[in-house]
């Protein structure tokens, strides 16, 4: 497993956990990241991430891609 943070543009990854406190969880969770879910990395600013989750595209900060593991 690695965080979110780490993987490549293009690549689809399966959620593995979502680490962090129980709001940040919550919070991920409202947002389509869930354990087993599909996410892509749709680009990298300086760790910065915009995901595409569940159809969705979602912009996530280092911070919160570090605790998502895929």
Do not use: C, W, Y
């Not at 969770?29 to 910065?48: A, D, M, Q, R, W």
């Not at 969705?56 to 998502?68: E, G, M």
């Amino acid at each position: 497993m690695m965080p979110l943070s780490f993987a490549e543009a293009g690549e689809e990854m399966t959620i593995q956990s979502i680490g962090g406190r129980p709001d940040v969880r919550q919070h991920l969770e409202t947002l389509g990241f869930v354990p087993g879910s599909k996410v892509t990395v749709v680009s990298s600013i300086n760790g910065n991430l915009i995901v595409n989750v569940k159809d969705t595209r979602v912009a996530v900060d280092k911070s919160l891609a570090n605790k998502i593991m895929i």
